[in-house]
């Protein structure tokens, strides 16, 4: 599929270097970090960086559609997100709502197909139900798979995943020799995506924070000192310039 959203002027003449030069991932994780510090920057509250932030996943939602990117999946709020203080967090659920609600429409005719991660039950029921809505009215479309992980954390993806195998095991329904990769992949709650290709950090830090932990064995990693607000169009296609400029040999040697 192609976003309804064409690219013209500047971009398309960048997107057609990139589709010319190599291929494009075909999924893109993202951590979006550095909000806070952006705002602070600008001696700002937090929750305006988050804002901002919001800017940054539209322009990105756009052009990984323009690109023909099937699966992107966007760091949006980990489990250790909810120690934060108890006003951040409330803020930050509210501008999750909204950003939800305001962009539903457009998502659902640019062809986008939206779905979530993570444990989606310990989020405030208004969310819930705003997201709820959103996956139901995408469901059928055949654009970008736009993947929220929220609440999410990749050690409690594998841990539940053990607790089900687990089960079949004692259930007697699957031999213990039987477990395998792919037994463990089906297992977790990306089993319907392939891994990422490539895994943007930005802020420059250079951590893993507990996301995608299975998922990323044979991911690139690109990390930008980029904060998240300021990573536009623009530093997606260098982070897409980087992937493919290097060998992905999945453990061999070169051909
Ligand atoms: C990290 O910055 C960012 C977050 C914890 C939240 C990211 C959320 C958004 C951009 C909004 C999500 C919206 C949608 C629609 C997906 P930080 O607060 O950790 O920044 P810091 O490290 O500079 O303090």
Redesign the pocket.
Known sequence: MKSRVKATGIDKEHQEILLKVGQIPKHIAII???????AKKRGLP?IA??HE??N??RDIVEVCGQLDVKYLT?F??SKD?WSRPKKEVSL?MR??LH??RD?RDKLHSNGVVLKTIGNISELPTAVQDELIEATEITKNNDGLILI?ALSYSGKSDITNAIKSISKKVADGKLDIEKIDDEIIKMNLSTKNYPDPDLLIRT?GEMRISNFLLWQIAYSEFYITNL??PDFRRNALYQAIESFQSRERRFGMVSG
Do not use: C, K, Q, T
């Not at 979006?32 to 510090?37: H, P």
């Open positions: 979006m970090d550095g909000n806070g510090r952006w937090r960086g988050h932030g919001v940054s996943v966007l949006a709020f997100n930050l501008l999750l950003a939800i962009e929220l802020s904060l998240w």
